[in-house]
């Protein structure tokens, strides 16, 4: 799968969380203004049905009896503002509607239950489209008018008005209306100015939304890419380091707070990969400086013993000399070998007695503890010896340079001491050695290769340096870990071994 860009994750969802925040808002925003319009029309058109919707009846009931179809909006009363129909109950035709009805599909109107007389009751509403494309808010009730309310609404008229509406529809026999007659009465108002108000207003959101949305995109964007820009920065640090300019620290001014841990783990490696190096470059030094000596020797004596012709004894003796430089430079080899090879020192392991490995390698080295008077004292803690986990040929290396360091560099008729313990997780074995004159240096390089503490580098001396180098390493290669340190003229060195 291709990769993607952080900084286009991060402009896309943004955008699109910004798309939804504006959609979100401008539809609760249109749709509060229009429920608040509807809401105000409604209210307006209830208003109105409830003062005018006897009058209505009345006057329906009059102009069907006289023969009319409609009312003239003067004879309407409250409701001459607005376009209405009036029907009786139970009946699909219309008693009359206003002059001037606009041409509209009118909705079915169902009759509903009747309720208290001279109140409008059942209020229903709906929202048309008409013939003529304009769009208008129909309000539909249930009334049932009281006797007295035909009366007190002409009440006002002077006598020459009644004589011409007598003169107009001969005045019946009967009421207008029986007690308990239900009537429809349907009221429509034009929402044509609220409609196009609401369009525009649409519109404009729309048109706002789309602007604030692409402003909103591209300064997201022209953030996002100055937030990253600390990256493209850490980058070209990176690629600068290489092995020749390891010591310049990863450094990033005004770095965010999210690429501090990444600065701070890419200075860490910088760090270990200097140090890397360092010692790298060491040991290369280290290793063409002890090669050299026995080298050297070797073809000095094969020019000398060329340049004339030799006796036996003197080309026997040659050769012995020889044999010495080049089991010396096989002993280097093999530990560097060995040291090399340390990170296999985790196969075939078992639990072997650390205590028991100690004694052994004391008693191989029984001659030199005698030619030096030197005794060694063995101590277990809690009274039992305590096994570590590792290869026993691995472990029995670790024990035996243990033991050749502290013979060699211990003072002359002290005492070794070898302690063993056990923890949770640790098999511990502790090697003290008196060493009269012992230095901190000796602790804190104490496991460099080639080291030496008396700076001893002739071929002919038994010690090359790697004695410890190769007791690190292979401890470390079987989950444990090394130390040394210096204290009152004595040298320990502290191995941990996992628990068997």
Known sequence: MAASSIQRRVVVSATVAMTATILGSGGLIFEAYRSGARSDGE???????????ERAV?????????????????????????????????EAEELCRSTGFPPVKVPLVESREAGEEGAATGLQFAEIVGEDGRHYRIATASFVPRLRGLASLRRGEGRASRRDRDRRAPRPSEPPFLPGDQFLVLAMAPMQEEFERSAELARLMLIG???????????????????????????????????????ESVHLAGAPIELTPIVDAL???????????AREQRFTDDIAHELRTPLAGLRAALEVAL????????????????????????QIVDSLLLLR????????????????????????????LEARSLTVAFHAE???PHLGLGAPAVVRR??????????????????ISVTTRADSEFATLIVENPSEGIRQEAADRAFEPFWQADKARSAGDQHVGLGLAIVEGCASALGGRAAAATADGTFRITIDLPLA
């Open 382 to 384: 809690a009274g039992a």
């Open 267 to 277: 200075e860490r490696s910088r760090v270990q990969l200097a140090q890397s190096f």
């Open 43 to 53: 209210n307006s058109l209830t208003s109105i049905i409830e003062l005018g919707a």
């Open 58 to 90: 009345a006057e329906s009931i009059f102009a069907t009896r006289a023969g009319n179809a409609s009312v003239p909006p003067e004879r309407a009363g409250p409701l001459s503002q607005y376009a209405w129909i009036c029907w009786r109950a139970g």
């Open 307 to 330: 340049r004339r012709k030799r006796s036996p004894e003197e080309l026997e003796e040659v050769l012995t000399n020889n044999l010495s430089a080049a089991l010396d430079l096989q």
């Open 209 to 247: 939304g789309a602007g604030a949305l692409l402003a909103a995109t591209l300064l997201i964007r022209s953030s996002v890419r100055r937030g990253m820009a600390p990256l493209g920065t850490l980058t070209r640090t990176i690629e600068g380091i290489g092995e020749g300019n390891l010591d």
């Open 398 to 415: 670790i024990t035996t340079n243990l033991a050749r360091n502290a013979v060699d560099h211990a003072d002359v008729e002290s005492t």
């Open 341 to 368: 090879r340390s990170g296999a020192a985790s196969e075939d392991a078992q639990g072997v007695n650390l205590r028991e490995e100690m004694e052994r390698a004391f008693e191989e080295l029984g001659e030199a």
